[in-house]
Nanobody, 126 residues
Framework: QVQLVESGGGLVQAGDSLRLSCAASGRTFSTYAMGWFRRAPGKEREFVAAINYSGRTTNYADSVKGRFTISRDNAKNTVYLQMNSLKPEDTATYYC???????????????????WGQGTQVTVSS
């Protein structure tokens, strides 16, 4: 059984930083791409960032490019999302997800992801 557990969310002020973590278990973590998505109240789920199995390839939404960095530590079965220069519009519940197949991709399409964490709340005040 695959489990993804996010942590690191919280309440911060605009311009602050946070680092989210997602610990995975139940699957060979190092062979699958991982992604981060978010859902703000009243809005659709949106792609944030993705990283391929090795960590060498990443993909970002335009809205976070240059501010957020996705990384992974395969020895710890953990993926991270470093979020800098946070803005109020970054307020959302953030979810990590594990790709459904072993491919060298960094998909922005949530359909490509099979397992999801429970989410961690990030609130950015102005």
């Amino acid at each position: 059984q695959v489990q993804l557990v996010e942590s690191g969310g919280g309440l911060v002020q605009a311009g602050d930083s946070l680092r989210l973590s997602c610990a995975a278990s139940g699957r060979t973590f190092s062979t699958y791409a991982m992604g981060w998505f978010r859902r703000a109240p009243g809005k659709e789920r949106e792609f944030v960032a993705a990283i391929n199995y090795s960590g060498r390839t990443t993909n970002y939404a335009d809205s976070v490019k240059g501010r957020f960095t996705i990384s992974r530590d395969n020895a710890k079965n953990t993926v991270y999302l470093q979020m800098n220069s946070l803005k109020p519009e970054d307020t959302a519940t953030y979810y990590c997800a594990l790709d459904r197949s072993i491919q060298a991709r960094t998909s922005a399409n949530p359909i490509e992801y099979e397992y999801w964490g429970q989410g961690t709340q990030v609130t950015v005040s102005s």
